[in-house]
């Protein structure tokens, strides 16, 4: 097609220690639980997440934590797209953000302000922010995760 440039959809590699599934034992029809996993897998924003978590309880009931930790997992990635990340990793009591370089836009001055001695900043062809959680709990790495991508201090663009 001409004139329409397409900007291809980057996919955002998230390995978090985390343990994030449909357990066979609340959904045990295959087909319901890949439609489940299609629908979690399609969330682009805050309403498509909140609306597959109510879909799911009322078809199935309470959700069991390997399933909110997927849709946590669902959240972080929509957010992380929105900052140009392009890997999300644990290392230890820590996670890593690697970002697109020509995307790397972090105000790394309020970055440290916020976070102090808990961030770490490597520039390079794939910047990287190491985010030090100090602590293992699958709960504790997704809740700080996912408000580091909230609160993560973007440079305002120069006015020309």
């Known amino acids: 097609m001409k004139g329409i440039e397409v900007t291809p959809e980057v996919d955002i590699q998230i390995d978090l220690n985390v343990t994030s599934y ?12 890949i439609e489940v ?5 399609l969330c682009k ?14 078809r199935f009931g309470n959700m069991p934590k390997e399933l909110e930790n997927l849709i946590d997992i669902a959240r ?15 290392v230890k009591t ?10 790397f836009k ?12 808990k961030i770490k900043v490597s520039p390079g062809v794939k910047p990287r922010v190491t985010l030090e959680i100090g602590d ?5 790495i997704l809740h700080q995760t996912t408000e580091f991508l909230k609160t993560l201090p973007i440079l305002k663009e120069e006015i020309q």
């Open 94 to 103: 820590a996670v890593v953000f690697t970002f697109e370089q020509s995307q």
């Open 136 to 140: 293992k709990h699958e709960k504790q």
């Open 45 to 58: 924003n805050e309403e498509d997440i909140q609306n597959v978590i109510d879909e799911i309880i009322d």
């Open 76 to 90: 972080i990635k929509y957010l992380a797209k929105a900052l140009s990340i392009i890997k999300i990793a644990s």
């Open 22 to 33: 449909i357990p066979e034992e609340y959904i045990q029809d295959a087909n319901q639980k």
């Open 37 to 41: 996993y299609q629908n979690i897998a």
């Open 106 to 117: 972090v105000d790394v001055v309020e970055l440290v302000k916020q976070y102090g001695t």
